[in-house]
C-alpha cells in the first residue's frame, strides 16, 4: 500500500478531463493538480521551452512526494516525457502512448489523423508512435491554433469554434481517416462539436480514458496503490489566477473544485534548480 498521492499537471484546465477520468477509475487515490495558467498556452511555444517548464512542474511536484506524475498535456507530454522519465525517481505517464495504441487497434483502413497543437504536430512524436506499432498505417496531422483558446474563452461552443473545427477536420476528411486522435487534454469539452463534424463512422481516440487505465495499471503493477475503499481527496495549485481557475475548472472536471492554492513561477524555477 502506497498512500502517497499523484501528481496531475497541464499548461491550464485541460488537463482536468484526464482528472475527471483519473478520479472515476481511482476514487481511492488522492490527486493534487497544477495548471500553469500564468504560461498557457503551451501550443505555440517552442519545444525546449516547453521542456524547461515541464522539468520544473515534475520537480515541484516531486517534492510534493507524489508517487507519480502524469503529464496531462499532450504538449508538454511530446516535447519533454523521456526528459522527465529520465530526471526523476518515480514514473511519468503522458497522454500520447496510450492514445496511439488504441487509434491502431480501433482504425480499419489503417488511415489515421490527428488533431493537436503546434507544439505537438511539430514534435512528430505520434506518428512515431503509430508508426512503431503498425509501420503500414497513414498517419496525417493538423495543427490547430484556434482551438485552446476558444476552449478556455467564455464561448467554448459557439459558432467560431464549430467553423474553426469544420476547417481543421477537413484535409482529414478529404484523406479519408476513418480514426482522428483528439491529441490535446482540452478537445473533450468540444466532444459534441468533433463527433458532428465527423459523424459516427469515424472513430474519436481522447487520451483521458486511455491515460486513467494505463495510470492503474501502472500502480497495480507496481504496487503503488492506496488502501481499496477508501474515498480519496484531489486539491488544485495553479501559477495564473485562483479565481479564474475555479471558475473554468468545474466545467472542465465536471466535479466541484475546492480549494485552489497559487504557486509562484519562482517557486517552481527553485524546485527544478
Ligand atoms: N492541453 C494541452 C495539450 O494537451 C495544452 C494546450 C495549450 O496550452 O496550448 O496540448
Known sequence: MDARPIGVFDSGMGGLTVLHECLVTLPHEDFVYLGDGARLPYGPRPLPELVRFSREIAAYLAEQDVKLIVAACNSATSAALPQLQEELEIPVVGVITPEAHAAVQATRNRRVGLLATEATVASGRYAELVHALDAGVRFFSIACPRLVPLIES???????????????????????????????????????????VFGRDVTLVFSAEETAREVAQTLARKGFENEKGREGSYRFLTTGDPDVFRALGERFLQLPLSSVEHVGLTELERAAA
Open 154 to 196: 467564455d464561448v467554448p461552443f459557439g459558432a467560431a469554434t464549430v467553423d474553426a473545427v469544420r476547417e481543421y477536420a477537413a484535409p482529414l476528411k478529404e484523406a479519408g481517416v476513418d480514426t482522428v486522435i483528439l491529441g490535446c487534454t482540452h478537445y473533450p469539452l468540444i466532444r459534441p462539436i468533433f463527433q458532428r
